[in-house]
């Protein structure tokens, strides 16, 4: 089973423009990011696959593996998509470009389930997280996932979910983390197929496989990834950084 890690990695972002080629202890994100894949010996190969030229550069002047996208895209599937479109392979890893200090035990889950999937009914495995704080329940920038009893999704939504009418019955809520692995097949019908009704309403790609008929694992995880989406965010990454050489 060939197992390779996509990184998807766009130069612009909201909230922190250009932050992928921050400075981070002396390497840029993106770098730090693409390494610290490596050097998790999960995968065979490890990718970046970039709209953007200095990205692109970046990696490929310190001899990693960059693809430069030929299309616009509106989230990291369609990008990565189109990368493993030509490419000999059975699972592919989505590895967030701003999460330089990967959760390797977290990535190794996801990658067990398509290996005890002797049956391949799995399409996709992806993670979620308890919460338990009243306000990261009701915020809708967190998107919630329910599972079923052998923890395949049942659905995502920015609402609540389960809605906790009887008080009496304990209820436990998950936020679904972005990390994805997939069988090839189930990316390039993604691809190919237009944006889902239900997908359109919640803005969670998540809900495309669903709507058409993929099957996706949950894998609870206790690790909250440690993402970097601010100028602050990059401070604390900075010092952690500081710590640990």
């Given at each position: 089973?060939?197992?390779?890690?996509?990184?998807?990695?766009?130069?612009?972002?909201?909230?922190?423009?250009?932050?992928?080629?921050?400075?981070?202890?002396?390497?840029?994100?993106?770098l730090?990011?693409?390494?610290?894949?490596?050097?998790?010996?999960?995968?065979?190969?490890?990718?970046?696959?970039?709209?953007?030229?200095?990205?692109?550069?970046?990696?490929?002047?310190?001899?990693?593996?960059?693809?430069?996208?030929?299309?616009?895209?509106?989230?990291?599937?369609?990008r990565i998509a189109?990368a493993?479109?030509?490419i000999?392979?059975?699972?592919?890893?989505?590895?967030q470009?701003?999460?330089?200090?990967?959760?390797?035990?977290?990535?190794?889950?996801?990658?067990?389930?398509?290996?005890n999937?002797?049956?391949?009914?799995?399409?996709?495995?992806?993670?979620?997280?308890?919460?338990?704080?009243?306000?990261?329940?009701?915020?809708?920038?967190?998107?919630?996932?329910?599972?079923?009893v052998?923890?395949?999704?049942?659905?995502f939504?920015?609402?609540?979910?389960?809605?906790?009418?009887?008080s009496?019955?304990?209820?436990?809520?998950y936020?679904?983390?972005?990390?994805y692995?997939?069988?090839?097949?189930?990316?390039?019908?993604?691809?190919?197929?237009p944006?889902?009704?239900?997908?359109?309403?919640?803005?969670?790609?998540?809900i495309?496989?669903?709507?058409?008929?993929?099957?996706i694992?949950?894998?609870?995880?206790?690790?909250?990834?440690?993402?970097?989406?601010?100028?602050?965010?990059?401070?604390?990454?900075?010092?952690?950084?500081?710590?640990?050489?």
């Open positions: 089973m060939k197992i390779i890690a996509m990184i998807p990695a766009r130069y612009q972002a909201s909230r922190f423009p250009g932050k992928l080629m921050k400075d981070l202890g002396g390497k840029p994100v993106i730090r990011t693409y390494e610290a894949a490596v050097n998790t010996n999960l995968f065979s190969e490890v990718y970046v696959v970039t709209d953007s030229d200095i990205i692109y550069k970046t990696i490929s002047n310190s001899e990693g593996n960059a693809i430069m996208s030929k299309k616009e895209h509106e989230c990291g599937s369609d189109e493993v479109e030509n000999d392979v059975d699972i592919v890893v989505n590895v470009g701003d999460e330089p200090f990967i959760d390797e035990l977290s990535l190794s889950k996801l990658i067990e389930v398509f290996k999937d002797f049956k391949k009914e799995v399409d996709l495995a992806s993670l979620k997280v308890e919460i338990t704080n009243k306000e990261d329940i009701e915020n809708p920038n967190n998107v919630k996932v329910i599972t079923d052998n923890n395949m999704a049942i659905y939504s920015r609402s609540v979910i389960p809605f906790h009418r009887d009496s019955i304990d209820v436990k809520y936020k679904h983390k972005g990390v692995a997939f069988r090839k097949q189930a990316l390039l019908d993604f691809y190919n197929t944006i889902t009704p239900l997908e359109a309403a919640e803005k969670i790609e998540a495309r496989y669903q709507e058409i008929g993929k099957k694992k949950m894998v609870e995880t206790s690790v909250e990834a440690v993402g970097i989406d601010t100028p602050e965010d990059l401070e604390k990454a900075l010092k952690f950084i500081k710590n640990v050489q």
